[in-house]
């Protein structure tokens, strides 16, 4: 049932959202071929995981897509916990380089011998684990933290996770084209000068460009809640002529 699916553990976004939580955060547990990876463990991600009947230890893998809050404030306490205090390593980190080194790295030093292997995400990289591969494609503009647009491949699946970031004519190259799955962190119903996030505008002219067979939208705001996802994703199903999910807390989808 698990294999090839992904859970969403969390659907907020966006400060309001996540730091009051009036949705859950805490990331998205992709399963890809039996291989389990935890995807932005944000604020809430360790207690959600058990909560939805996951155990850290069956993690392969975290993927970090950028070092904001919203997405990593949990992953000491993952690593912590699926490593039982790093005595059995975690295979695999892979996250942007500011996630891990740098001034102010998110990752605890002393945690650092939980991790088995470091896997750095920059545009155009690939990074091996077993039979799939982790790909870093476009670079996101995304203020404060390196952010990449991240795909997941294996012999017969393809997904797509496009993580926040304003959108720009360059994000309509370098991404995979009829994915299995794509997952837009779709923060506001319409472009906010200001904010370095996507829109539903922009969603809709990538998944005019790249059809994947499904998508999700999710990484919520407030105006993005008043204004209704569900319908959101209907109205992007109607034009882009394709399956378009609203995630909700503790959704699961199969690709
Ligand atoms: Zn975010
Ligand atoms: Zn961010």
């Known amino acids: 049932m698990l294999k090839n699916s992904i859970?969403?553990?969390?659907?907020?976004?966006g400060r309001v959202v996540v730091f009051r939580q009036i949705r859950h955060s805490g990331g998205m547990w992709l399963n890809l071929e039996g291989i389990n990876i935890l995807i932005d463990?944000?604020?809430?991600?360790?207690?959600?995981?058990?909560?939805?009947?996951?155990?850290?230890?069956?993690?392969?893998?975290?993927?970090?897509?950028?070092?904001?809050?919203?997405?990593?404030?949990?992953?000491?306490?993952?690593?912590?916990?699926a490593t039982e205090s790093t005595k059995?390593?975690?295979n695999l980190l892979a996250s942007p380089e500011d996630v891990i080194e740098g001034d102010d790295p998110i990752l605890l030093r002393y945690l650092?011998?939980?991790?088995?292997?470091?896997?750095?995400?920059?545009?155009n990289t690939e990074i091996n684990y077993r039979d799939i591969k982790i790909v870093g494609t476009v670079r996101h503009i995304h203020e404060g933290a390196q952010t990449y647009g991240i795909e997941f491949?294996?012999?017969?699946?393809?997904?797509?996770?496009?993580p926040c970031g304003r959108f720009y004519e360059g994000m309509l190259e370098g991404y995979s084209e009829?994915?299995?799955?794509?997952?837009?962190?779709?923060?506001?119903?319409?472009?906010v000068e200001k904010y370095?996030?996507?829109?539903?505008?922009?969603?809709?002219?990538?998944?005019?460009?790249?059809?994947?067979?499904?998508?999700?939208?999710?990484?919520?705001?407030?105006?993005?809640?008043?204004?209704?996802?569900?319908?959101?994703a209907a109205r992007l199903s109607?034009?882009?002529?394709?399956?378009?999910?609203a995630a909700y807390d503790g959704l699961r989808v199969e690709f």
């Open 7 to 13: 859970t969403f553990l969390g659907t907020g976004g």
């Open 41 to 81: 463990p944000g604020p809430g991600s360790l207690v959600r995981i058990f909560e939805h009947g996951f155990d850290t230890r069956n993690l392969d893998v975290i993927v970090v897509s950028h070092r904001h809050l919203d997405h990593s404030s949990d992953l000491n306490a993952v690593v912590e916990s």
């Open 88 to 90: 059995k390593p975690l």
């Open 112 to 123: 650092r011998k939980g991790i088995g292997e470091f896997g750095i995400i920059r545009e």
């Open 153 to 162: 491949h294996s012999q017969e699946k393809k997904v797509v996770y496009v």
């Open 178 to 191: 009829n994915a299995d799955l794509m997952i837009f962190n779709t923060t506001f119903p319409a472009p």
């Open 196 to 232: 370095y996030h996507l829109s539903v505008d922009d969603v809709e002219q990538m998944l005019l460009r790249y059809r994947p067979k499904k998508a999700v939208i999710t990484h919520f705001s407030i105006p993005m809640l008043k204004s209704d996802p569900e319908k959101i």
């Open 238 to 245: 109607r034009k882009a002529d394709l399956p378009v999910i």
